[in-house]
């Protein structure tokens, strides 16, 4: 949550960050009324949250109970189906630190091990990651929505549910 901000002040705060940064403000100008404000392709978008009887939405057509409820939701998938050009997702909270340039990495995305799949898991959109049972998944994130992790197989990167895997501890061994 980054408070009470004009439009501006969200655009410099946002301006230095990488594409995908993204903060909740309270509206100024309509005190009570929230905006996100999401950098894109190197400029800063602003979407205006409607809210309603206790339901918060940025598009008719999907309501949540609550702002939490509705930014966990864009974090995971596209503003694409409320905003045709705004192709992406809400990825790194203000507040979260950014990783600093430094030299390239040349190893691998880091992850968190692996883990083995328990059950055959059909992904419902392009953020998600199927799975079939016996598969090692590379883990790649932790955070995001409660009980889902962040992984890679076969080339794709995408979240599963957590507890559809069981964690391979060798790793730390």
Known sequence: FGGSLERAEAEQALSPRSDGAFLVRQRLRDPGDFAI????????KHIKVAASGGLYWVTERKAF????ELVEFYQ???????????DTTL????RDPES??????????RSFGSA????????????ELSLREGDIVR???????????KGEIYGRVGWFPANYVDEDYSDYC
């Open 116 to 127: 083995k799949a328990r059950y055959a898991f059909s992904a419902r959109d392009r953020t």
């Open 37 to 44: 404000s999401l950098k894109f392709r190197g400029q800063v």
């Open 139 to 149: 883990v790649l994130s932790k955070r995001g929505q409660p009980g889902w992790w």
């Open 65 to 68: 109970r609550g702002l939490v």
């Open 100 to 109: 600093r340039p430094g030299p390239p990495d040349t190893r691998a995305a």
């Open 76 to 86: 995971r998938h596209s503003l694409r189906d409320c905003f045709k050009a705004l």
């Open 91 to 94: 990825a790194v909270p203000y």
